[in-house]
């Protein structure tokens, strides 16, 4: 278990150890969104941050096999959590390639016109559960699009 005084340090900017708890946590909280499917961002467009309290919630109920990352999860600012949201949208191509696994889908799974069709009628929870649907099979894809708003998905589609 981490002790109350490290959960202390998590939102704090000094020292080594603080920036490898970040690190860990980041690690715990991304993996709950792209692999356990906890979603970001709401369903408008071009897209808003869910509220942080139910990320929050979601994760921890994510991670009650793993107590420590439910922990650092639980314990973390608002802002620290927000901060570190927005490095699991911004790396989710370099640590995933989201768009190589996105053509995958539009082009080996042959679902590009229906991802342009549902484009076209602003249907983006059709994109997301095709994508899943196609994705089922590897973890490591599957929820990759929970990781991104309605309007990164549009440009994905639009790169097609």
Known sequence: MIE???LDFLNSDNSNKNVDLRNLLYIHLSWCIWHEGVRIFDDTYPGQMRDIHTIRQECVRKQDHNKEAAEMINHASNNLLKKLLFNTVNNVEQEHKLTINFEWVAYHENRRDAFLSYLRDRNFNSIRSTYEA??????????????????QIEKLINQL
């Open 4 to 6: 109350q005084q490290e």
């Open 134 to 151: 196609e994705q089922s099979h590897n973890p490591n894809a599957h929820y990759l699009l929970r990781c991104v708003s309605n309007y």
